[in-house]
Structure formats: structure tokens, C-alpha cells
């Protein structure tokens, strides 16, 4: 083996060197962040405490939100420190905790989509069969699928990232550590992790795409057949699930089949930020807009919580 330096920790990309970018950004990244936690949180607290909202559908919407806040949270607060600090240096085991922790939720979020417009479809075009297909079992018994086969894929992804060698280069071209930003930096032979991200990019996130894709396939050949108010609200229930599925998928793709020499450019923080800030800052604003009953949930909430505040 030849002398070299191995590498104890990694430099994060910054936002610029001056203070006045740096500020923006981390009040910039702030500000969606508390957004974020504050639209997810009102979900939760909606589809929780409201009897009417006690069904599959908001189920996986509650869990969806309660997924976002923890997801957004592994990468904004420290990309907010260290804008602020100018500190951008994070341990080895810091960046193998934030990769496993995006990988995970990201999957897990992708399958709750696929579950969700799995939901829509059966609602739509089996709506007799709905009450027996997708009950409280079925609900828990994906929830925990969903979780338990996430781990599976983080901790493969994870595992096979940190057995390569980092004796160059320590700084990771983007915002929160992740893979291919990794895979650029290492010095080893990198070929047979990219082989495995494709596949496993492939398999996952084509099999979701491809079932989503026959879901909606399938409730558009149905709605074709209602009525135009009927037609009308059912493309109002698709309508933001299809959007929050579009970003997520096309932007996570984008950033999982891109050669890993390609991640040495700060573009690349734009197609990060897209599949892991934008679908939990909008989920809750597309959702919350575009559902009357959510938004009538909520807004009881609020009122109870300013009544009860004058006593």
C-alpha cells in the first residue's frame, strides 16, 4: 500500500465566502424550514384530532408529514449552522449518519407516494371494494414495510459507501453529505458502487414510477366515464399527488443516475435541494390548498388555539 493521508473528516460545499451570502442563504434555508415544520405540523395536528379525517388516505397523509419534518431536518439545520459558522467540517460518522438518515427517508417517502396513489386508485375505480382492500391492517402493515425495507436499502447504500477508501480530496461538493458527492472524492474503485446505485435507482425508483404511472393510467380511463363534477373532483384529489410525485421523482432520478464525476460543481446543490427541501415544504401547502376538509381541519385548530389562549 502506498503512504497517504486518510481522511477524518469532510468539508461541506459553502454558500461563498463573503458574510452576506452566507446570511442570505441560512435565513433563506431557515425560513422554508420553519415553514415546513409549522404546514407538516398542522397536518398532523388536523388529521389527528379531527374525527372526519380518521381514514386511510389522511392516515398516509399524516404519516407523510410526519416523515417530511424529520426529513428536512437532517440537512437544513446543519447546512444553516455551518452557513452561519463558516464551519463546514463534519466527522466521518457524521456524514455516514446524515447519508443513511436522507437515504432512508427518501425511500420511505417515495414508497408512501406509491402507496398513496395505490389508495386513489382503488378509492376511484373499486370504490365498493375500498372499505375491505384498504382498511387499518393494510394501512399498518405497509407503514411498517415501507420502514423495515427502507433500512435494508439505506444500510446497504451506507455500508458500500464507507468501505471505500478517502485518501485525496475531503471536500463534498454539496450542501449535506450523499453518495455520489462521495463516490467523486474516493480513491478507489468506484465502478461497482455506481453499478449499484443505477440498479437499485432502476428497480426502485422505475418500480414506483411504472406503478404510479398504471395507477393514474388506470383513474383517468375511469374519471373519463363520470359526470364533469364528478370528473372534476376527482382530478382535484390526483391533482397534488401527481405534482408532489413529479418533483420528488424526477429530481432524486436526476441526482441517482448522474455520473459521479459530475457532482464536482455547485449546480448540483439545485437538484438536491429539489428532492430534499422542496416536496416537504410543498406537501403541506399543496395538500392543505387543494383539500377542503384539511382546510377546514385546520383552521378549527387555529381557532381553538387562539380561543383558548384569551382564558
Not at 166 to 187: A, E, G, K, R, Y
Request: aromatic share 10%; with cysteine.
Amino acid at each position: 500500500m502506498t503512504n497517504s493521508t486518510v481522511v477524518t473528516e469532510f468539508l461541506l460545499e459553502g454558500f461563498g465566502d463573503a458574510w452576506e451570502p452566507r446570511l442570505l442563504n441560512s435565513m433563506l434555508f431557515l425560513l422554508m424550514y420553519l415553514i415546513t415544520l409549522l404546514g407538516n405540523l398542522l397536518i398532523v395536528s388536523a388529521t389527528t384530532f379531527d374525527q372526519n379525517l380518521h381514514t386511510p388516505m389522511y392516515f398516509f397523509l399524516r404519516n407523510l408529514s410526519i416523515l417530511d419534518m424529520c426529513y428536512i431536518s437532517v440537512t437544513v439545520p446543519n447546512a444553516c449552522i455551518t452557513s452561519l459558522t463558516n464551519n463546514r467540517a463534519i466527522s466521518v460518522a457524521g456524514c455516514a449518519t446524515q447519508i443513511f438518515l436522507v437515504i432512508y427517508f427518501a425511500i420511505v417517502e417515495m414508497m408512501f407516494l406509491t402507496i398513496m396513489a395505490h389508495d386513489r386508485y382503488v378509492a376511484i375505480c373499486q370504490p365498493l371494494h375500498y372499505p375491505v382492500t384498504i382498511n387499518h391492517q393494510f394501512c399498518v402493515r405497509m407503514t411498517l414495510v415501507s420502514l423495515l425495507s427502507s433500512l435494508i436499502y439505506a444500510g446497504m447504500h451506507t455500508g458500500n459507501t464507507f468501505r471505500l477508501s478517502f485518501c485525496q480530496s475531503n471536500v463534498v461538493h454539496q450542501f449535506f453529505c450523499d453518495v455520489p458527492s462521495l463516490l467523486s472524492i474516493s480513491c478507489s474503485e468506484t465502478s461497482s458502487n455506481e453499478i449499484l446505485i443505477l440498479v437499485s435507482a432502476i428497480v426502485v425508483c422505475g418500480g414506483c414510477f411504472i406503478f404510479i404511472a398504471l395507477s393514474y393510467v388506470r383513474i383517468f380511463s375511469t374519471v373519463l366515464k363520470f359526470s364533469n363534477k364528478e370528473r372534476g373532483k376527482a382530478f382535484s384529489t390526483c391533482a397534488p399527488h401527481i405534482l408532489v410525485v413529479s418533483v420528488f421523482l424526477s429530481s432524486i432520478s436526476y441526482v441517482c443516475l448522474k455520473p459521479s464525476v459530475t457532482a464536482e460543481t455547485t449546480h448540483d446543490i439545485i437538484p438536491s435541494v429539489l428532492y430534499t427541501i422542496v416536496p416537504p415544504l410543498l406537501n403541506p401547502i399543496i395538500y392543505s390548498l387543494r383539500n377542503k376538509q384539511v382546510k377546514e381541519a385546520v383552521r378549527k385548530i387555529i381557532l381553538r388555539k387562539i380561543y383558548s389562549g384569551k382564558f
